[in-house]
């Protein structure tokens, strides 16, 4: 059975930095990772994605340049460090996992196993 678990939300002050992470386990093929967001009354949106051998990366425009995503394999764990975090960053992000050998593909497409979301709040 697949999970992914993730761990590092919480209240944060607008300017501040946080760390998430996710756990998978019980995937047995390569396979891209990747945070999607949902904010209250919004629908989810794409974050980031990094490949399986975690050299190739993808950020939405909203994020480039504050958020890094990298993973661990030998870990089974994927991050993602945002620092300059704004009010608008304020929403329940998801870890999400799709099977690929390389690359990304489609940045926001082809994911098929998902977390269960920390909710992040950033207070302005």
């Known amino acids: 059975q697949v999970q992914l678990v993730e761990s590092g939300g919480g209240l944060v002050q607008a300017g501040g930095s946080l760390r998430l992470a996710c756990a998978a386990s019980g995937i047995f093929s390569r396979y891209k990772m990747g945070w999607f967001r949902q904010a209250p009354g919004k629908e989810r949106e794409f974050v980031a994605v990094v490949s399986w051998g975690g050299d190739i990366t993808d950020y939405s425009d909203s994020v480039k340049g504050r958020f890094t995503i990298s993973r661990d394999n030998a870990k089974n764990a994927v991050y993602l460090q945002m620092n300059s975090l704004k009010s608008e960053d304020t929403a329940v992000y998801y870890c999400?996992?799709?099977?690929?050998?390389?690359?990304?593909?489609?940045?926001?497409?082809?994911?098929?196993?998902w977390g269960q979301g920390p909710q992040l709040t950033v207070s302005s």
């Open positions: 999400a996992a799709g099977l690929r050998y390389s690359g990304i593909g489609s940045s926001r497409e082809g994911f098929i196993y």
